[in-house]
């Protein structure tokens, strides 16, 4: 039966990361805002917390380990799902599970504070990696790490096939070398999953991702940059020199199958996309619920029954702005619905990344806009989610990759043939 | 109408009252009139289109309405039969119900086979072939909302099947999914809002095969028309109601024997019930820029004879203005994929620089684009549809609906003309149509309802 409501089970869950968001990532989040760089330490109370609740099992998918695969079925081609609902569900019936969970909950932090999500302990991409494709002795071994994730080089972005780091097998041990910039929480993270080739005239197929502890002699966190937004998240540029990690922290299958290509490393895409949409969701929220308020002091409501053209500009607008929100929402949750049931969502998870990226930023540069310099000053923090914003339209896939990689679903056309 | 009794250009042919004529206009406006005149074709000049034969008769005259059946009253007039809400299970779901995909996949073979085919014709003629009309009542269009009590399907309420439906029809067209979702909009309304009497009068009409032609009359011919405040008026006089006023997008006005129609009573808007052999009714034809299988008119109403219909403080009739905007986003959403599947094949098909334009970013991602913002619609239309079968509040989920399909749904029916280029242009194809149907998203009120 066709119903878009926040699951009931949920609903705990989403008011718990609401209240957490307001009352403890607000407080602090113009001041890492200025601060970039400094380690945000209350985070730590709130890493032991959300521990806490994980262990009594009332924060399913509080964060991004939460989007986790089938480990039963794991399969480039086919979806992730929620293991724990697998587990216990019966045949055909409709599921709600930790993806679900996760969008909904990232979004809530996000409407806290993006740059402060994104530096949660123990909640990192690279999590979200591990969580997707690690077998059972590497999620003992590395599912209480912090993990962030190294897949940028300075010569590559989005164009995986020109990833240049290496990974050679010596012994029982690879040995990695280049070098990655754009790791997210890189230097604060206690691993990193880090994106390198196992043969170059392979292509993509041979990329492999790998699980690198800090302290690994020969990775080196050389720099960390400044940003236009999220600056309470650190972006690290990490090197690579000789590196040697065991031959078990290769995630996955280290089998290069020319045939199956990339599946492996981009089924996690299928995972982190819709949470990325989510964040962007949430961090757009922000500024809408904001900006009604500030708006409605100022004598503007929105009338949902009366048609746009009939009110005032600045409520026109409004209502524009939240119902472009209210797809971007929607597409997203549909992508973790599919991920939780099992159904193939690539489609779904790279339409939801590019109509929440985009809307995002829309929403907080408009917001800006309707409240004027009560919107561009510091006093206030539309401008800061203005910036913050604008990231998620771009990591995880570019705005233009998502559109490259839906056109070639609905289109039926290979990369070959729509470059 | 002020602006026709004017003499400037302003007013006139969608321009600006604040134009005026120079010199060369003048010159050019008289040479226009004389490419207007009928005598270049009565002397064989230029060749009489039957379109223009049909425009002429059908907007220039105005006709009293179908003298109808006489509907007997029955029962009493206490509150009428209501269906319950569906119950949820409080699970996020995108799955429809058994007994809706069966409903859609009935519905969606008829749009296929039926309505698609018709569908140019239709255009052409401003109405809907009988043919396809009756075949729309043998698959059960009027009662879909109907309660099972009074000879309907609804077992509960129907807004998601509607939807559902409306979207099914509109793949195959959108003029005739308006033109055969109109009576069932009429026969919902009674069921939903309507007295004992009301129901037992008018809804056993819908349940047979020779269900009359019926229309919801919401929108008015008014600049920035705020149905919530609409001008034509009711009366109480000692014998029910009379209302005077016009309304227009009055779907199939000319055939109709029974409307629903609003009006301001007092101070807040209401739903009335008018039969066509009341008196005091004229039909006008209106053929607009789209949705034209629809036969859209207006009505003219004068002292016409009316019952209430519902609750008279506003609440029902704004209820009825929500499900009425729903069904149209779903229009929109059945027009939009009619849009993308089209569009798929052809830029794949359509050879330039010696490859299908399709293997082109520029081309490529606007169909990317179309989809994203096509399935975006969907899932908050569906949202507001289920909020609605579930008696929860939707009036905030059909207002971002409404703002989306008729926003996005329009870029849909823009890009879906400028993908085939030129040929996109011609009627040949019917990306047009559709570009001329998706403008009435947004701006109708009334016409259909889920």
């Known amino acids: 039966m066709i119903n878009l409501e926040t699951p009931r089970k949920h609903r705990v869950l989403v008011d718990q990361a609401h209240q957490v968001a307001m009352n403890m990532l607000r407080p602090i989040s113009r001041k890492y805002d200025r601060a970039e760089h400094e380690y945000p330490k209350e985070l730590d109370m709130l890493a032991a917390m959300i521990d ?69 302990p123990r909640q990192g991409l690279g999590n979200a990696a591990i969580a997707a494709v690690a077998d059972e002795e590497q999620q003992r071994r590395f599912g209480k790490l912090w993990a962030s994730m190294a897949i940028t080089e300075p010569g590559m972005g989005s164009d995986s096939a020109a990833l240049s780091t290496t990974a050679v097998l010596d012994g029982d041990e690879y040995v990695i070398n280049g070098e990655k910039i754009f790791v997210t929480a890189g230097e604060r993270s206690s691993a990193v999953v880090v994106w390198a080739s196992l043969d ?65 490393a981009m089924a996690t895409f299928d995972n982190t996309r819709p949470l990325v949409a989510a964040m962007a969701i949430g961090c757009a929220r922000a500024s809408l619920d904001l900006t009604r308020d500030l708006l409605e002091q100022a004598g503007v409501v929105v009338d949902y029954d009366r048609p746009a053209q009939a009110q005032s500009a600045a409520a026109a607008r409004l209502l524009q702005l939240e119902a472009d929100w209210e797809g971007a929402k929607l597409l997203t949750m549909q992508a973790a619905w599919m991920a939780d049931n ?59 990759i998502q559109q490259l990689i839906v056109a070639r679903r609905v289109l039926g056309l290979s990369s070959a043939e729509l470059k | 109408m002020a602006s026709t009794s004017r003499h400037g250009p302003g007013g006139k042919h969608g321009l600006a009252s604040s134009e005026t004529r120079d010199p060369i206009g003048y010159a050019v406006a008289a040479l226009s ?40 009253r029955k029962g009493r007039k206490r ?7 569906a119950d949820a299970r409080g699970v996020f779901d995108l799955t429809p119900t058994e007994d809706e995909q069966m409903l859609v996949q009935v519905v969606k073979e008829f749009a296929e ?20 009309l009756k075949a729309s009542l043998e698959i059960g269009l009027p009662i879909l909302g109907v309660p099972e009590s009074l000879g309907g399907v609804a077992e509960q309420r129907s807004a998601v099947g509607g939807v559902l439906v409306a979207e099914a029809l509109a793949h195959g067209d959108l003029g005739i999914a308006v033109a055969t979702l109109a009576p069932g909009a009429v026969a919902t309304a009674i069921s939903l809002w309507g007295s004992e009497q009301q129901q037992q009068t008018y809804l056993p009409a819908f349940t047979d095969d020779q269900a009359p032609a019926a229309a919801l009359a919401l929108a008015e011919p008014t600049v920035l028309y705020d149905a919530l405040r609409p001008a034509t008026t009711a009366v109480a006089g000692a014998d029910g109601y009379t209302l005077t006023g016009v309304k227009s997008g009055v779907v199939r006005g000319a055939e109709a024997e029974l409307f629903v129609v609003g009006a301001m009573l007092d101070d807040a808007p209401a739903l009335f019930l008018v039969e066509s052999s009341a008196g005091g009714l004229e039909i006008e034809a209106d053929p607009s820029m789209g949705a034209r299988a629809a036969g859209l008119t207006r009505l003219h109403l004068s002292d016409t004879p009316a019952q209430l219909l ?97 926003e996005k749904g329009m870029k849909i029916g823009l890009d879906g003309v400028q993908l085939l280029g030129g040929h996109g242009f011609v009627k040949e194809h019917p990306v047009e149509r559709w570009y001329r149907d998706l403008r009435a998203v947004g701006l109708m009120e009334g016409g259909v309802l889920v």
């Open chain 2, 79 to 85: 509150a009428g039969v209501r269906v319950a809400s």
């Open chain 1, 200 to 264: 170059k005239s392979l292509g993509r197929a041979a990329i492999k991702s790998f699980v690198v502890e800090k302290g690994t002699p020969g990775m080196k966190v050389e720099r960390l940059e400044e940003k236009l937004g999220i600056r309470a998240s650190d972006t690290a540029v990490i090197t690579f020199t000789d590196c040697r990690v065991p031959a078990g922290n290769l995630l996955g299958s280290p089998e290069i199958d020319v045939r199956a290509g990339f599946g492996g």
């Open chain 2, 310 to 406: 519902g609750g008279a403080d506003g609440t029902d009739y704004t209820e009825c203005l929500r499900l009425s905007r729903l069904a149209w986003c779903a229009l929109a959403v059945g027009t939009g994929q009619a849009v993308l599947d089209y569009v798929t094949a052809y830029v794949k098909e359509r050879q330039a620089f010696g490859e299908p334009v399709a293997h082109r970013q520029s081309v490529a991602f606007m169909v990317a684009d179309l989809a994203i913002e096509l399935q975006a619609m969907r899932l908050v239309t569906w949202r507001a549809a289920s909020r609605a079968a579930q008696g929860k509040s939707f009036a905030r989920e059909v207002a971002l609906a409404h703002q989306l399909c008729a």
């Open chain 1, 52 to 120: 806490g609740l994980s262990e009594s099992g009332t924060a399913e998918g509080a964060g991004a380990t939460g989007a986790t695969q089938d480990k039963a079925k794991r399969d480039p081609a086919k979806p992730a799902a929620d293991k724990r609902a697998a587990d216990k569900s019966e045949s055909g019936k409709v599921r709600n599970g930790a993806n679900l969970a996760s969008v909904l909950s990232v979004a809530e932090m996000c409407w806290g504070d993006t740059g402060l999500l994104l530096s949660m």
């Open chain 2, 113 to 132: 086979e039926v309505v698609r085919p018709s569908a140019a014709e239709a255009d052409e003629a401003c109405a809907t072939p009988e043919a396809v």
């Open chain 1, 342 to 400: 099992r159904q193939p969502n690539s489609l779904e998870a790279s339409m939801a990344k590019a109509k929440a990226g985009r809307v995002g930023s829309q929403i907080t540069l408009a917001c800006v806009e309707l409240a004027g310099t009560v919107g561009y000053s510091e006093h206030e923090l539309l401008e800061k989610w203005a910036r913050d914003s604008k990231i998620l339209d771009i990591f995880e896939g570019t705005q233009q």
């Open chain 2, 33 to 72: 009139k004389l490419a207007q005149s009928d005598l270049l074709d009565r002397v064989g000049l230029r060749k009489a289109t039957e379109q223009a034969v049909y425009t002429a008769t059908r907007s220039g005259l105005r006709t009293m309405a179908v003298a109808g059946r006489t509907f007997t």
